[in-house]
């Protein structure tokens, strides 16, 4: 079956870096626009960032643009998030997400505190 599976939750200081991972499988990963989200207890899910089906194509929202960087590795069913220069609003669980599919993974905490 569809399966999405993030990897990468941590604790870290403002300034710090993160990388997050998420695993797919289950359909043809190379074909699809993938996506991550972000959600904060108590607001809805916001979009951080997308990447078209060969990688060329990006887009960020504006509280994260020059500082994340999506990216996707299609001969490993992999898609990444690399996040510099956190922020403490930074913090929320992270979802990786196949639109098109419709699948969602179950979260990664991020937590930027000092």
């Known amino acids: 079956q569809v399966q999405l599976v993030e990897s990468g939750r941590g604790l870290v200081q403002p300034g710090g870096s993160l990388r997050l991972s998420c695993v797919a499988s289950?359909?043809?990963?190379?074909?699809?626009?993938m996506m991550w989200y972000r959600q904060v207890p108590g607001k809805e899910r916001e979009l951080v960032a997308t990447i078209s089906t060969g990688g060329g194509s990006t887009n960020y929202a504006d509280s994260v643009k020059g500082r994340f960087t999506i990216s996707r590795d299609n001969a490993k069913n992999m898609l990444y998030l690399q996040m510099n220069s956190l922020k403490s609003e930074d913090t929320a669980v992270y979802y990786c997400h196949a639109p098109s599919v419709g699948s969602w993974g179950q979260g990664t905490q991020v937590t930027v505190s000092s």
């Open positions: 289950g359909f043809a990963f190379n074909l699809f626009v």
